[in-house]
């Protein structure tokens, strides 16, 4: 496929979160879109990660196929496309917030819910199972918004399909309209998935190894929720 060059696109006045490489906001087609930049393969003080021979991720790349994953088996999910910036790959991303809108993520959620248990106070990051269940079940906000515990459980199995450790707190939420109902967001922020740091010669070392295949499958990749 033939990549969108995205560099002629100044940015736009929208900015994002996020820890995994350098974003900005851009207006492609009359759409604001979030441009992600691969992230780097080294550590804080600069040094090379361990075991990787990559100088950045192919996150972009894996955003872009992740979320195609999703579609193609109709969970809704961000639109994505795959372009170039300055030399670098990146994907596109469309930003699903419309004016008025305000996204708020999982972990803001559970931070403001009051659990019956008053010794067992919630907060943003953690990860128990029995913790979050308990959230969705009972958080008000989550009681008003349709289908949130079935797309939990989606994410849930097909981010262990495409080996996405990253799925957190802090990257799945809900949309809340000004004066209108609270609906769920698009799956989104899924370039975590499919080996993201491996080159092409690690990925078939793997394929020819079915050890290492099946060592990978149920140890290399893990969930975040406990």
């Known amino acids: 496929m033939e990549l969108i060059d995205f560099t002629p696109f100044s940015p736009n006045d929208r900015v994002y979160g996020g820890a ?56 809704p999910v961000h639109e994505t496309l795959l372009g170039e910036r300055k030399g670098k790959v990146v994907v596109a991303c469309k930003d699903f ?38 959230v969705l079940d009972r958080h008000p906000i989550l009681q008003k918004t349709p289908g949130v515990k079935e797309r939990f459980w989606d994410m849930f199995i097909v ?27 698009p799956v989104y922020d899924n370039g975590g998935c499919l080996n993201n740091k491996w080159d092409e010669i690690k990925m078939q070392q793997c394929l020819s190894d079915p050890e290492w295949m099946v060592a990978q499958a149920y140890n290399g990749v893990t969930c975040n929720y406990e």
């Open 97 to 134: 917030l419309k004016t008025g809108d305000y996204l708020d993520e999982f972990n803001k959620i559970k931070t403001t819910f009051e659990s019956p248990q008053a010794e067992n106070l919630s907060d943003g990051f953690g990860a128990e199972l029995t913790d979050v269940l308990q």
């Open 159 to 185: 981010d262990a399909f495409i080996g996405n450790g990253d799925r957190n707190n802090g990257n799945w939420g809900v949309i809340r309209h000004e004066g209108k109902a609270t609906v769920l967001a």
């Open 20 to 75: 995994s490489g350098a974003k900005i906001g851009i207006v492609y087609r009359g759409e604001n879109y979030l441009l992600k930049f691969p992230g780097s393969t080294k550590d804080s003080k600069g040094n090379p990660l361990k075991n990787v021979r990559l100088s950045y991720t192919n996150s972009p790349i894996c955003e872009y196929l992740g979320s195609h994953i999703y579609r193609s088996i109709g969970i």
